[in-house]
């Protein structure tokens, strides 16, 4: 089974500081993506990636960074976090190409910043 | 510019079939249609995709109207379980998924 593992479920983070959201897949795929999920706005495409060191913008990209120094790893950086911010985050991966490739998530990191 | 459309919200009655609509009227010739589904606090999970045709699966079964322009997820039976919101997804180009913001269903028992 495919496995999409984020190391935090739950983050309480101060104003201003620097957040590292990371996320490991262990399917060999070369996509991998960051959402952020707020009620009644559904999931909001942050950054993808389709290749290692590779990396797009997706719908808000704004006041977020991304790494992906290895395949099965990417990780979502808030420089400084602001209570906006606040949110459950979920990272998800799937194989490349345009034709029908699934894609599976992790169970999701729930950041509050105060 | 909207991707895909739903119904926000809707019910349906223990073991009948529960038919969730979704418009995906700007769809392009290669992009896939896919459904998930989320519980609440959980991680969406997979329920099923397709291109043209209609697909079933232990799940659920999709249709794909001819112009694609829309399709229908079908749960044959709802049970409790299956209260959560779905999402159709369409894959755009650049490999990106794009959500929208789902329809709650409700399985009344």
């Known amino acids: 089974d495919v496995k999409v593992t984020q190391s935090s479920r739950y983050l309480v983070k101060r104003t201003g500081e620097k957040v590292f959201l990371e996320c490991v897949q262990d399917m060999d795929h070369e996509n991998m993506f960051w959402y952020r999920q707020d009620p009644g706005l559904g999931l909001r495409l942050i950054y993808f990636s389709y290749d290692v060191k590779m990396k797009e913008k997706g719908d808000i990209p704004e006041g977020y960074s991304v790494s992906r120094e290895k395949k099965e790893r990417f990780s979502l950086i808030l420089e400084s976090a602001s209570t906006n911010q606040t949110s459950m985050y979920l990272c998800?991966?799937?194989?490349?190409?345009?034709?029908?490739?699934?894609?599976?998530f992790g169970e999701g990191s729930w950041l509050t910043v105060v | 510019d909207a991707k895909t459309t739903q119904p926000p919200s809707m019910d349906c009655a223990e073991g009948r079939a529960a038919n969730l609509p979704c418009n995906h009227s700007t769809i392009s010739g290669n992009e896939y249609v896919y459904w998930y589904r989320q519980i609440h606090s959980q991680g969406p999970q997979y329920i099923i995709h397709g291109l043209k045709n209609n697909e079933t699966n232990e799940m659920a079964s999709l249709i794909i109207t001819e112009d694609r322009k829309s399709s229908t997820l079908i749960l044959p039976h709802a049970t409790l379980r299956d209260t959560a919101v779905y999402y159709c997804?369409?894959?755009?180009?650049?490999?990106?998924?794009?959500f929208g913001t789902g329809t709650s269903l409700t399985v009344i028992p």
């Open positions: 998800a991966s799937a194989q490349g190409g345009i034709s029908g490739n699934t894609i599976y």
């Open positions: 997804i369409v894959r755009r180009a650049g490999n990106q998924f794009y």
